[in-house]
């Protein structure tokens, strides 16, 4: 192996991975939400927050849309 490399003539290229970076986020779910997912997490034999991950990559990919109906004033 050589003591030194001549870095200078490699040409620069895009990071092929960038698009699967994940970013942290910061979220506050409720107890219950955070139990459901680690009880199916455990049970799959992944991280929770692999799983909630996944749930809302296959809400993305479907195009899934949640629907609320808010109470109306009296």
């Known amino acids: 192996m050589k003591a030194e490399y001549d870095l200078s003539k490699l040409k620069a290229r895009k990071n092929p991975y960038a698009s699967k970076l994940k970013k942290p986020v910061t979220m506050r779910l409720s107890e219950d939400v ?23 990559r296959d809400c993305l990919a479907s195009h899934r849309k949640l629907q609320i109906k808010w109470p109306q004033a009296v």
């Open 34 to 56: 955070v139990a459901y997912f680690k009880s199916m997490a455990e049970e799959a034999g992944i991280p929770y927050q692999s799983l909630i991950n996944l749930y809302l």
